[in-house]
């Protein structure tokens, strides 16, 4: 992996995905069910669901599969009912992992996840001693080309956001929980077009990784992690060079 960059991790997330687009597809419906059942199924009033349609379009998702997972979240068609739940854990080196996942049966996921860290070096923790180490926060990715730092950055306080972060790979906005539908919809409004954007775990600390031994162990649990069904997103604080 590159360095500890979201951006890097974007490039590697895409190209994970694009190699396993049916469980893109899968992973994205849960969302959207997730976000129509929490929100409503009108994406007029449900930024959350907004984006996951964007996301949705870019991966070529049909449009069948996405009313069904609107229909399946707002209570119109009967469907699995899903749960969103976070696990933390050390991956090889020490490294804090928090992990996202959508899941129908609990006791399945905590076992699949715990053998994946087990398996590679790494092991769950308790609720709590790991997520201290991130910050939760809405996060959204925008090409330097779309808009210039200073605009955003009016734009982007204007709207409830806490930070702008440029770097040459490009801007990186930072929002309150509470403040990401409003945020989201303030830059729809600008025709602005963040990838990704999403409620995410951002390390406020690293831990430098040069031992390609770890390095590759790393690379591996990450790896069985994303393979899971039930794994939505995998947010972690190694900086590797």
Sequence with gaps: ??????????????????????????????????????????????????????????????????TRAIKKGTGELPGVVYEELTYEGYGPGGVAFVVRVTTDNKTRTAQDVRAAFT?????????????????????????????AEDALMALALDAGADDVIT?????????????????????????????????????????????PAVQHALEKLHEALDELDDVQAVFSNEETG
Excluded at 39 to 53: H, I, K, Q, S, V
Excluded at 129 to 139: D, K, R
Aim: glycine content about 8%; some cysteine.
């Design 1 to 66: 992996m590159a360095k500890h960059n979201k951006w890097s991790k974007v490039k590697r997330l895409k190209a994970v995905t694009d190699a396993r687009k049916g469980k893109v597809f899968s992973r994205l419906s849960r969302d959207i069910t997730l976000a129509a059942k929490a929100g409503g199924g009108d994406p007029d009033g449900n930024a959350r669901l907004r984006t996951l349609l964007l996301k949705a379009r870019e991966a070529n998702l049909p449009a069948d599969n996405v």
């Design 119 to 147: 398996k590679h070096g790494g092991n769950l923790a308790q609720s709590g001693a790991v997520a201290f180490q991130f910050l939760h926060a809405g996060q959204f990715l925008i090409p330097q080309e779309q808009i």
């Design 167 to 211: 770097t040459e790979d490009g801007h990186e906005l930072r929002c309150d929980l509470h403040a990401f539908d409003r945020v989201a919809h303030a830059l729809e409004r600008a025709g602005l077009n963040p990838a990704p954007a999403e409620i995410a775990y951002i390390p406020t600390t690293t831990i430098p990784v040069t031992d």
